[in-house]
């Protein structure tokens, strides 16, 4: 039972332009979502969150959109640049104890 | 501090063999995760502690697996009578958790595994 789906396995994108990832859940109860980037034979690195009581949340090149009656995340990415190029991985809990990932979306930025 | 380390980065063992890993989290944090990573999937939670109080298991955490923390600190994972599907990335996970502080988890680099 996938409870955070993403459905794009992968994306690329010509550098400079802009990467939009999405994530889609199914538990409303979900209250705070993240966004993890992860390189070959690393662990996740922590990107960018959101609670449920805001609808955006920026952090210098990234944006997070929540659009909670579509209960729909997606993650801006501008301007992307080839470093970006990892898979990224959507995360949600509900009440801040498990965390539910999605499988991840391969990003290439190509040069 | 150098962030959550994780010790064996790789592992290779037979079918019934018994294994150990061990996760060092970020010095302050009170929490640890241990998550389950197969190839094309994202990170499946197994268990988490707060301090050395091991407080939700997941039903994929059979009986031949289990996890210490025992002074709060560092953690073990150890697997009894390995199957070759237990093959697959372990990753630890640690985190803050306060009354004001909204958790954001922090990785270690993952240990991976592969049960021949």
């Known amino acids: 039972d996938q409870q955070v789906k993403q459905n794009s396995p992968s994306l690329s994108v010509q550098e400079g332009r802009i990467s939009i990832l999405n994530c889609d859940y199914t538990?409303?109860?979900?209250?705070?979502f993240l966004w993890y980037k992860k390189y070959p034979a690393e662990g996740p690195t922590f990107l960018i969150s959101?609670?449920?009581?805001?609808d955006k949340n920026e952090d210098g090149r990234f944006t997070v959109f929540l659009n909670k009656s579509a209960k729909h995340l997606s993650l801006h990415i501008v301007p992307s640049q080839p470093g970006d190029s990892a898979v990224y991985f959507c995360?949600?809990?509900?009440?801040?104890?498990?965390?539910?990932f999605g499988t991840g979306t391969s990003l290439t930025v190509i040069p | 501090d150098t962030g959550v380390s994780q010790d064996p980065r790789h592992k290779i063992t037979k079918r019934g063999q018994n294994v150990t890993f061990r996760c060092d989290p970020i010095?302050?944090?009170?929490?640890l995760y241990w998550y389950r990573q197969t190839l094309g999937q994202g990170p499946e939670f197994l268990t988490y502690?707060?301090?050395?109080?091991?407080?939700?298991k997941s039903r994929l955490l059979s009986d031949r697996f289990s996890a210490e923390r025992p002074k709060g600190s560092f953690s073990t994972l150890e697997i009894q009578r390995t199957e070759q599907g237990d093959s697959a990335m372990y990753l630890c996970?640690?985190?803050?958790?306060?009354?004001?502080?909204?958790?954001?988890?922090?990785f270690g680099p993952g240990t991976r595994l592969l049960v021949l």
């Open positions: 996970a640690s985190s803050l958790k306060g009354l004001a502080v909204r958790e954001t988890q922090y």
């Open positions: 538990n409303s109860m979900f209250d705070y």
């Open positions: 959101i609670s449920s009581i805001k």
């Open positions: 995360a949600a809990s509900a009440g801040g104890n498990q965390f539910y």
């Open positions: 010095s302050e944090h009170n929490r």
């Open positions: 502690f707060q301090n050395e109080a091991q407080l939700e």
